[in-house]
């Protein structure tokens, strides 16, 4: 099983960014994708997840109204974009089965 992410990026304060995880080995639609990040420092925090079978998604209260949770089952690709960028996005991004990890991708929000 694989979980490839797409690489890093910076973005100005106000920003969108768009992050990408190409799965392979295993049933794209039978686990759902889980959002975690973790900023400099702290703890691993879970954004959401998306059931690439349905598209039906849950998102963490913390960033309801700025993260849309996306998969393409032609691709076996999940997406994340986060919104309205501020510094505090500053992290390293992974998605994830649970069983199985992207190695992240580091946003980095500076002006």
């Known amino acids: 099983v694989q979980l490839v992410q797409s690489g890093a990026e910076l973005r100005n304060p106000g920003a969108s960014v768009m992050i990408s995880c190409k799965t392979s080995?295993?049933?794209?639609?039978?686990?759902?994708i889980h959002w975690v990040r973790q900023s400099p420092g702290q703890r691993l925090e879970w954004m959401g997840r998306?059931?690439?079978?349905?598209?039906?998604?849950k998102t963490a209260r913390n960033f309801q109204g700025r993260v849309t949770f996306t998969a393409d089952t032609s691709t076996n690709t999940a997406y994340l974009d986060l919104s309205a960028l501020k510094s505090e996005d500053t992290a390293v991004y992974y998605c994830?089965?649970?069983?199985?990890w992207g190695k992240g991708t580091l946003v980095t929000v500076s002006s």
């Open positions: 994830t089965t649970i069983h199985d």
């Open positions: 080995g295993y049933t794209f639609t039978r686990e759902y």
């Open positions: 998306i059931d690439p079978e349905e598209g039906g998604t």
